[in-house]
T-cell receptor, first 114, second 109 residues
Framework: IAGITQAPTSQILAAGRRMTLRCTQD?????MYWYRQDLGLGLRLIHY???????GKGEVPDGYSVSRANTDDFPLTLASAVPSQTSVYFC?????????????FGNGTRLTVT | GQNIDQPTEMTATEGAIVQINCTYQ??????LFWYQQHAGEAPTFLSY??LDGLEEKGRFSSFLSRSKGYSYLLLKELQMKDSASYLC??????????WGAGTKLIIKP
């Protein structure tokens, strides 16, 4: 089934540890995104990539990094986790970036930083 | 500045009609999306409006008024499976999505 796969589904992480959230899509979409979703707030963009080999910062990039070595994969790394990074993280993709193509979301990673 | 607002929670009865409003302010606008998100799941695309007026898709319709900075999602013949959060988001002048916090819709039998 075509779509976006995120791993892990959930994770409890000690503060200060490094963690990489994985995201893979098989739709050959050019653009990919990482969002965090917190109760009472709208989805907030962390980083994005409009095409393989390029990345950009979103609204809340501090403490996170991404890479886009190929079309399919877009991992998100927390270099040194802090409790404020406790959230649900969604990876998404769209046919093209910077236009009105709808987003397709993965099922999310629920991260708790203790 | 930019902002977007929608009610936090609404309750409706199975079989009825409900309208979920979304208001926004922005200097540049490239369309508005509605997404549905069931609890614990990913958001899924419902509709996109860039011109004024009503777009109908089965039981769901979406309306946009650009001059008023206003959109609504209309759900008819409500079913229990429509219990979910409904997210509105607009595309700003840089084609960045600005998201509302979502409206949790509770359907009662």
């Amino acid at each position: 089934i075509a779509g976006i796969t995120q791993a892990p589904t959930s994770q409890i992480l000690a503060a200060g540890r490094r963690m990489t959230l994985r995201c893979t899509q098989d739709m050959r979409h050019n653009a990919m995104y990482w969002y965090r979703q917190d109760l009472g707030l709208g989805l907030r963009l962390i980083h994005y990539s409009n095409t393989a080999g390029t990345t950009g910062k979103g609204e809340v990039p501090d403490g996170y990094s991404v890479s886009r070595a190929n079309t399919d994969d877009f991992p998100l790394t927390l270099a040194s986790a802090v409790p404020s990074q406790t959230s649900v993280y969604f990876c998404a993709s769209s046919q093209t970036g910077a236009d009105n193509s709808p987003l397709h979301f993965g099922n999310g990673t629920r991260l708790t930083v203790t | 500045g930019q902002n977007i607002d929608q009610p936090t929670e609404m309750t409706a009865t199975e079989g009825a009609i409900v309208q979920i409003n979304c208001t926004y302010q922005t200097s540049g606008f490239n369309g508005l999306f509605w997404y549905q998100q069931h609890a614990g799941e990913a958001p899924t695309f419902l509709s996109y409006n860039v011109l004024d007026g009503l777009e109908e898709k089965g039981r769901f319709s979406s309306f946009l008024s650009r001059s008023k900075g206003y959109s609504y999602l209309l759900l008819k013949e409500l079913q229990m499976k429509d219990s979910a959060s409904y997210l509105c988001a607009f595309l700003d002048s840089n084609y960045q999505l600005i998201w509302g916090a979502g409206t949790k819709l509770i359907i009662k039998p």
